[in-house]
T-cell receptor, first 107, second 115 residues
Framework: DAKTTQPNSMESNEEEPVHLPCNHS???????IHWYRQLPSQGPEYVIHGLTSNVNNRMASLAIAEDRKSSTLILHRATLRDAAVYYC????????FGAGTRLTVKP | EPEVTQTPSHQVTQMGQEVILRCVPISNHLYFYWYRQILGQKVEFLVSFYNNEISEKSEIFDDQFSVERPDGSNFTLKIRSTKLEDSAMYFC?????????????FGPGTRLTVL
């Protein structure tokens, strides 16, 4: 199974952009890149996904490298509510969560 | 907005007892999943279920575990004889299909405490 690598933790200031990186050098051609997040004491929550092109939605943007070996989740203006663990997952029928990146947002 | 619900929110049981964790997936979803998260650890896949059959299961999902869709709305996870190490948050999820693009919608979880 293709694996992802993310930093254990990152910090951001409120209302500043945050770029959360993910490496997936063994990604296959049909793997979609999914991002989920887990707010404290809650279940995981979908954020965004993509295959090759950059994607935008109301929550975030996903920038995918041309070779697809890495991607970056972009929160354009971090809020205190965005403090969570962010997971980068290469989707198959059963999602394998890694340790994710714990994002701390400072006021 | 439709959501996945789970009951109970917290279950306390004695070691060796059977527990059933309940989930109501989103109504038009066809694929159902159970995950668990031991305190401080990562979310682990247990099992996926489609068309009244297990689609995939992880090495964690041994003979102590079973899943069932007893009626048109509920999806249950049964642990036959609980062990201390079964203490964890259990999350149910559902999706419209099993395609790679599909979003999984997670419930709020059931905290299982085995004493």
């Amino acid at each position: 199974d293709a694996k992802t690598t993310q930093p254990n933790s990152m910090e951001s200031n409120e209302e500043e952009p945050v770029h959360l990186p993910c490496n997936h050098s063994t990604i296959s051609g049909t793997d979609y890149i999914h991002w989920y997040r887990q707010l404290p004491s809650q279940g995981p929550e979908y954020v965004i996904h993509g295959l090759t092109s950059n994607v935008n939605n109301r929550m975030a943007s996903l920038a995918i490298a041309e070779d697809r070996k890495s991607s970056t989740l972009i929160l354009h203006r971090a809020t205190l509510r965005d403090a969570a663990v962010y997971y980068c997952i290469l989707n198959n029928n059963d999602m394998r969560f890694g340790a994710g990146t714990r994002l701390t947002v400072k006021p | 907005e439709p959501e996945v619900t789970q009951t109970p929110s917290h279950q306390v049981t004695q070691m060796g007892q059977e527990v059933i964790l309940r989930c109501v997936p989103i109504s038009n979803h066809l694929y159902f999943y159970w995950y668990r998260q031991i305190l401080g650890q990562k979310v682990e896949f247990l099992v996926s279920f489609y068309n009244n059959e297990i689609s995939e299961k992880s090495e964690i999902f041994d003979d102590q575990f079973s899943v069932e869709r007893p009626d048109g709305s509920n999806f249950t996870l049964k642990i036959r004889s609980t062990k201390l190490e079964d203490s964890a948050m259990y999350f149910c999820a559902s999706s419209t299909s099993g395609r790679r693009t599909d979003t999984q919608y997670f419930g709020p979880g059931t905290r299982l405490t085995v004493l």
